[in-house]
Structures are given as structure tokens and as C-alpha cells.
């Protein structure tokens, strides 16, 4: 299955803005996250304190992800 992954902020540094990826069936958000660990080693430490959104609602690292899901890594942040 394909999906839109999104990055921002801290993510920028490391992955496209945009990019398609391509998943297996009933992939989790966890599953996700070890794929890109694994391409990516340097995101470990920034993947295990951000959250994952899933077509613009923010889910578990259960969640099973669906065919064309537009998901977006946001990594923590602060405001006042």
C-alpha cells in the first residue's frame, strides 16, 4: 500500500517535506516508525518522542495505518 508521509520541523532536517511511501498491508504507526529507524538511524531519538498524525487526527502507535493515508511526523514542541 502507498501512503503520503509529511514531515515538519526538526524532521526537515533529515526527510523530503513530501514524500510517498510504500508500506505493507496492516502496517502499524510502529512499524512505520521502525521502517524509517532503519533508513534513517538518526531519527531514533526524535521518532521516540514525537507523535504521528494519521489523516490529520493524532493516533496511537497501534493504529493500523490504511491505503493513500496522509500522515504527518510532528515532532514535541513548546509555546506560551
Known amino acids: 500500500m502507498k501512503i503520503q508521509l509529511l514531515s515538519f520541523a526538526a524532521f526537515r532536517d533529515f526527510l523530503p517535506n513530501t514524500q510517498t511511501l510504500e508500506l505493507e498491508s496492516s ?33 496511537a502507535e497501534t493504529e493500523v495505518i490504511n491505503d493513500g493515508a496522509i500522515i504527518a511526523l510532528l515532532p514535541p514542541s513548546s509555546g506560551g
Open 27 to 59: 502496517a502499524t504507526v510502529a512499524d512505520l516508525k521502525n521502517l524509517l529507524k532503519q533508513q534513517y538511524p538518526e531519527l531514533t531519538k526524535l521518532l521516540g518522542i514525537s507523535r504521528v498524525s494519521i489523516n490529520q487526527s493524532i493516533v
